[in-house]
């Protein structure tokens, strides 16, 4: 198979935290072979890209998305066609990787459909792991019902993000039933959130039998447990039972922090989602609680980023953002959370970070030889200004995803 040659790069190394000049990348078969000077030539039949001296850096990872929320109305969205939601979804799906992420993590809503449609290049998107319907206790942020709805339309194929179980059997049924399906994780709605009606964002969710049992069911089957959590205790709780992979965090406080970092559990923050839906929700189809909800959210959220730092929990790069007009700003994320980190702990909560939280490390997330071609080429240099990577119709020149070029704006 014919080569191709990444010539004159400045590869971003995201272990030493600088960019390394005149780099040559050449990839093969889907992998880097090799990262080095670029002495020889190459054959004849390779393809050979200049770079001229822009920065190369690895395919950008989220780990916390909703590919197939293309609306801010979860009861449209649960009323839907699933034919239609794919069409939706592979829009979606689509936009994301031509803003450089070869990686998303959904929690909540894809299924092994949509990732196997990725794979088999039915549509392009980024690598797609998915852990199918979140878990949901009666009420909880899974259950979309107002106070005054008793139906619940339990159908697989209904186009929601959740599924509601209740007791250890249950939940241990519907851990199983993910796991079947083929999810790459099983996420838990373990406290109150914005878009459910009934609950609050302080409350707890699930008794800890039933966490035990939905950690014990992963762990069988060598995956690991996603939980949505707000509070302090709801975040302390989940922790404590083995959850590996907090979501949002917003009101994490010290000692809460210093059990994640013994626990060795990831943070993964969703600042952009807050700002996006308090500014735009309610003419999106957000209920005005929904709305008010979130708008209690905002503050705390660079807050929780703080502490996180100052306790040294690995934080991944998370948007949330639901509806086709919120995710344009997926990457604004990066802009939020530099007021309290550095662009290079930016970086690496997008690549190095998320990938190991993913359990793709050693796979994605790095410019190495041996690792998945997964690259992306920007003017600039986002060490010294983040913002760089915010404008990708300006200053993203190339996306590689598994050795395949689906953009290329060299000129």
């Known amino acids: 198979m014919a080569l191709t040659v990444l010539k004159n790069a400045n590869v971003l190394d995201l272990d030493l935290g600088e960019l390394v000049p005149a780099r040559t990348v050449i990839v093969e078969n889907g992998t880097i072979r090799e990262v080095g000077d670029g002495a020889g030539s190459p054959s ?11 920065t190369l850096l690895p395919g950008l990872i989220d ?16 009323r839907s066609s699933p034919a239609y939601v794919t069409a939706q979804s592979a829009r979606i799906l689509n936009r994301m990787l031509l803003r450089g992420f070869t990686t998303v993590r959904d929690v909540g809503g894809a299924d092994f459909g949509l990732s196997k449609a990725v794979e088999e290049g039915l549509f392009p998107g980024p690598r797609l792991l998915f852990g199918g319907k979140a878990l ?27 599924v509601i179980c209740d007791g250890v059997p249950e939940v241990r049924k519907a851990a199983r039933a993910e796991i079947r399906r083929g999810a790459n994780h099983i996420k838990i709605m373990g ?12 409350s707890d969710q699930f008794s800890e039998e039933e966490i035990k049992a939905v950690v014990e069911e992963a762990e069988m089957a060598n995956l690991y447990t996603v939980v949505h959590a707000y ?9 404590r039972l083995g959850v590996r992979s907090i979501e949002h965090g917003n009101y ?25 839906s308090s500014r735009h929700g309610a003419k999106l189809g957000m209920a005005a609680e929904s709305v008010a909800k979130i708008n209690a959210l905002i503050s705390s959220g660079i807050k929780a980023v703080e502490i996180a730092k100052r306790h040294g929990i690995p934080m991944a790069y998370g948007t ?56 992306i080429v920007v003017e600039g240099n986002p060490l010294h200004d983040i913002r760089v990577m915010t404008r990708p ?19």
């Open 44 to 54: 004849s039949d390779s393809q050979v890209l200049d770079l001229r001296g822009r």
């Open 136 to 162: 949901s206790q009666t009420g909880g942020h899974g259950d979309l019902r107002g106070p005054g709805h008793e139906a619940y339309d339990a159908a697989y194929t209904q186009p929601g993000l959740g």
């Open 252 to 276: 994490l406080d010290e000692e809460t922090a210093k059990l994640l970092k013994q626990r060795g559990c990831f943070l993964v923050p969703t600042l952009i989602t807050y700002q996006m």
């Open 191 to 202: 406290g109150g959130g914005a878009a459910s009606p009934t609950d609050r964002l302080d």
């Open 393 to 411: 119709e300006q200053n993203l020149r190339l996306v590689m995803k598994a050795g395949q070029i689906v953009k290329n704006d060299l000129g």
């Open 63 to 78: 780990a916390h998305v909703h590919v197939t929320a293309f609306t801010a109305d979860f009861g449209t969205l649960a």
């Open 231 to 239: 509070s302090g205790r709801t975040i302390e709780r989940a922790a």
């Open 320 to 375: 949330d953002l639901v509806g086709a007009e919120l995710h344009e700003a997926q990457l604004d994320e990066f802009v939020l959370r530099s007021e309290v980190l550095s662009p290079l702990e930016l970086l690496r909560s997008a690549t190095t970070v998320a990938a190991e939280l993913v359990r793709l490390d050693g796979r994605i997330g790095r410019v190495a030889a041996g690792y998945c071609a997964d690259l």
